[in-house]
């Protein structure tokens, strides 16, 4: 499986991106996605999920009511919609797809965000 974001770039305080993640290869395999963060000098973190199957979606606080993600199965792609961005939200964002049922588990290689202020 091969994953790959786009849709990083530099966005003002307040603006909106959409990132997309675009899978390739045995996605079959998949039953859940994500997004993670990672700002420099701190660990990689959540930020929000998303099952394959029937769509559950689990946000951080810190994004709640601010991201949406969502998934295009006939696709293989899934979004992450950052609206009202703020400077703290700047970092490398990674997909991140896992298969419980074959113990895998699959990382892009990231897209940069930055967020002036």
């Known amino acids: 499986v091969q994953l790959v974001e786009s849709g990083g770039g530099l966005v003002q305080a307040g603006g909106s991106l959409r990132l997309s993640c675009a899978a390739s290869?045995?996605?079959?395999?998949?039953?859940?996605m994500g997004w993670y963060r990672q700002a420099p000098g701190k660990q990689r973190e959540l930020v929000a999920t998303?099952?394959?199957?029937?769509?559950?979606?689990n946000y951080a606080d810190s994004v709640k009511g601010r991201f949406t993600i969502s998934r295009d199965n006939a696709k293989n792609t899934m979004y992450l919609q950052m609206n009202s961005l703020k400077p703290e939200d700047a970092a490398v964002y990674y997909c991140?797809?896992?298969?419980?049922?074959?113990?895998?588990?699959?990382w892009g290689k990231g897209t940069l965000v930055t967020v002036s202020s």
């Open positions: 290869g045995s996605t079959f395999s998949i039953n859940t």
């Open positions: 998303i099952t394959t199957g029937g769509g559950i979606t």
């Open positions: 991140r797809g896992v298969s419980t049922a074959y113990g895998m588990d699959y």
